[in-house]
Structure formats: structure tokens, C-alpha cells
């Protein structure tokens, strides 16, 4: 039992302290931290539609152990502002929908976007693992009132369970340089 005890500490530590190229999916907060802005910019993509006439933007995935995001953003033809969004992909296990309700900076509510919700798979009936992606729209003021703190947003559960997302203040500096 305590070879057992022993190897999982082992194993949850250097969980902890993994190094920041072996982070799954996207950039992770030690990767961010050594970028300039200019590096982050450069990691955006910007397509044009000429069907619908719509220049899209896409961050890349700002990835940590408790949450992944980006910021995307899309400008039709003739419009002078961006639509800016944060994108949260929520993916977590148990028996029920959490069903993500509403998202605050602490001095107003955000609107906010159900994009989807599916069940990625289930084990035997007794819990599954969910996926619940918000959009959090963010006006183009609202990212440049936040571009030297960066952004602090919580995002609340019909249960009452909350998380809250930090978005370091070099991506949204980077995100908006790309988009304006």
C-alpha cells in the first residue's frame, strides 16, 4: 500500500511540474510568458471568405491544466468593427450537464453563447464526459479597457459551480493588434 501511495505521488507531481512542451493542445502559460506579443500576433490567423465577404481572425489555444481557450473574432465586408468572441471548450466528467448559465467580470454580466454541447463518451451509464462550449462576446472597447491587466472572467453553472478564466494581458494585446 504505501509503494502504492508512493508511486502516485510521484506520478501527480510530475504532473505538476511537466515540462511546457509536453502540454497537449495549443500554448501553455509558461509558453506565453516567454513570447512578445509580436511572436503571439504572428500566431494568428487571418482567412478571408469571399463567398460571404467575411475576414475571420483566430488566436491560437491558450492552453492550461484547468481550461483551454482562444479568442476569435470575424468583420463583414463594409463594417467598420470587429465581432470579438472567447471561446471556452469546457470538457469535464460526471453524472449531469452542468449547463453553464451566464459569465461576469465581477462589475457586469457578459453576454454569452451556448456554441455547442455534446457528450464525448460515456463509461457504462455511470458517468460521462461532457463538452460544453461557450462564446463569450467582448466588444473591441472592452478588450482595450483590458489590454494592460488582461482579462479575468467568471463563468457560472446552473448547479453553482463556477470557474473562473485569466487571460493574460500579451494575448489580448496581440489579438488586438491583429484584429484593428
Given at each position: 500500500?504505501?509503494?502504492?501511495?508512493?508511486?502516485?505521488?510521484?506520478?501527480?507531481?510530475?504532473?505538476?511540474?511537466?515540462?511546457?512542451?509536453?502540454?497537449?493542445?495549443?500554448?501553455?502559460?509558461?509558453?506565453?510568458?516567454?513570447?512578445?506579443?509580436?511572436?503571439?500576433?504572428?500566431?494568428?490567423?487571418?482567412?478571408?471568405?469571399?463567398?460571404?465577404?467575411?475576414?475571420?481572425?483566430?488566436?491560437?489555444?491558450?492552453?492550461?491544466?484547468?481550461?483551454?481557450?482562444?479568442?476569435?473574432?470575424?468583420?463583414?465586408?463594409?463594417?467598420?468593427?470587429?465581432?470579438?468572441?472567447?471561446?471556452?471548450?469546457?470538457?469535464?466528467?460526471?453524472?449531469?450537464?452542468?449547463?453553464?448559465?451566464?459569465?461576469?467580470?465581477?462589475?457586469?454580466?457578459?453576454n454569452m453563447t451556448i456554441i455547442s454541447r455534446e457528450v464525448e463518451h460515456c463509461a457504462g451509464g455511470s458517468s460521462c464526459v461532457y463538452l460544453e462550449t461557450l462564446g463569450i462576446d467582448l466588444t473591441t472597447k472592452y478588450l482595450q479597457s483590458h489590454k494592460d491587466t488582461g482579462l479575468e472572467i467568471?463563468?457560472?453553472?446552473?448547479?453553482?459551480?463556477?470557474?473562473?478564466?485569466?487571460?493574460?494581458?500579451?494575448?489580448?494585446?496581440?489579438?488586438?493588434?491583429?484584429?484593428?
Open positions: 500500500m504505501k509503494n502504492l501511495i508512493l508511486i502516485a505521488s510521484i506520478l501527480l507531481s510530475s504532473c505538476a511540474n511537466m515540462p511546457d512542451f509536453l502540454m497537449p493542445n495549443g500554448y501553455t502559460v509558461g509558453t506565453y510568458k516567454r513570447m512578445s506579443v509580436e511572436q503571439i500576433s504572428s500566431k494568428i490567423k487571418t482567412e478571408y471568405d469571399s463567398w460571404d465577404k467575411i475576414t475571420r481572425y483566430t488566436a491560437p489555444k491558450f492552453d492550461t491544466w484547468s481550461a483551454k481557450y482562444f479568442m476569435r473574432g470575424w468583420k463583414t465586408d463594409g463594417q467598420k468593427l470587429v465581432k470579438h468572441q472567447l471561446v471556452i471548450p469546457f470538457s469535464y466528467g460526471g453524472r449531469q450537464w452542468r449547463f453553464y448559465k451566464y459569465a461576469d467580470d465581477s462589475k457586469r454580466k457578459l467568471k463563468v457560472t453553472a446552473k448547479g453553482g459551480y463556477d470557474k473562473i478564466i485569466k487571460v493574460p494581458a500579451k494575448y489580448v494585446q496581440a489579438y488586438l493588434s491583429k484584429v484593428n
